[in-house]
Antibody, heavy 118, light 108 residues
Framework: QVQLQESGPGLMKPSETLSLTCSVSGASITSAYWNWIRQTPGKRLEWIGYTHHSGNTKYNPSLKSRVTMLVDMSKNHFSLRLDSVTAADTALYYC????????????WGQGTMVTVSS | EIVLTQSPGTLSLSPGERATLSCRASQSVSSSYLVWYQQKPGQAPRLLIFGSSSRATGTPDRFSGSGSGTDFTLTISRLEPEDCAVYYCQQYGSSLPLTFGGGTKVEI
């Protein structure tokens, strides 16, 4: 059974860099495309991007200039880095597995809340 | 960017009634890439329907999806109390970004 678990700082100040990690259990990190999705306080879902062990990454154009995603095969986890955060980045951040056969996110983590406040 | 507009925003119905949720796209979306998720309070979204009409593992058969082009529908044939949730549509097309609709809240 594949499970995902996000970890992150919780509370941040504006202009800081957000770093999140998603630990994958029950599957190899080489088995899929791995995504970050966030949900705003207003419950809107926004796709941030995906990463793959091959180095293939795609980001949402609205965030592309501030986002970096990486896979760490030795730890079987992947990460998100978001530079220069503002209050608008306050959200519940989910990691999710993209199933290429279903063309859908079939496994989600429980989410980690990130609040940006001075 | 393809914008998905869901309606209504909130649907209040009684157990046993039929719920019809709409997802309208600003551009044509391949049926293969239209997905529905269910999100209950305090939980992550859960895959409900993929390929616009195929039920995911564990999805009861009272849930059905249909549509093509720019108009897609999620139907719950006979509402159960456990169907209280927010339902999101999502598209993945040839051009990024992947986008979600704003959600429809179903109250029972």
């Amino acid at each position: 059974q594949v499970q995902l678990q996000e970890s992150g700082p919780g509370l941040m100040k504006p202009s800081e860099t957000l770093s999140l990690t998603c630990s994958v259990s029950g599957a190899s990190i080489t088995s899929a495309y791995w995504n970050w999705i966030r949900q705003t306080p207003g419950k809107r879902l926004e796709w941030i991007g995906y990463t793959h062990h091959s180095g293939n990454t795609k980001y949402n154009p609205s965030l592309k200039s501030r986002v970096t995603m990486l896979v760490d095969m030795s730890k079987n986890h992947f990460s998100l880095r978001l530079d220069s955060v503002t209050a608008a980045d306050t959200a519940l951040y989910y990691c999710a597995r993209w199933d290429e056969g279903l063309k859908a996110f079939n496994i989600w983590g429980q989410g980690t809340m990130v609040t940006v406040s001075s | 960017e393809i914008v998905l507009t869901q309606s209504p925003g909130t649907l209040s119905l009684s157990p046993g009634e039929r719920a019809t949720l709409s997802c309208r796209a600003s551009q044509s979306v391949s049926s293969s890439y239209l997905v529905w998720y269910q999100q209950k309070p305090g939980q992550a979204p859960r895959l409900l329907i993929f390929g616009s009409s195929s039920r995911a593992t564990g999805t009861p058969d009272r849930f059905s999806g249909s549509g093509s082009g720019t108009d897609f529908t999620l139907t719950i044939s006979r509402l159960e109390p456990e169907d209280c949730a927010v339902y999101y549509c999502q598209q993945y097309g040839s051009s990024l970004p992947l986008t979600f609709g704003g959600g429809t809240k179903v109250e029972i």
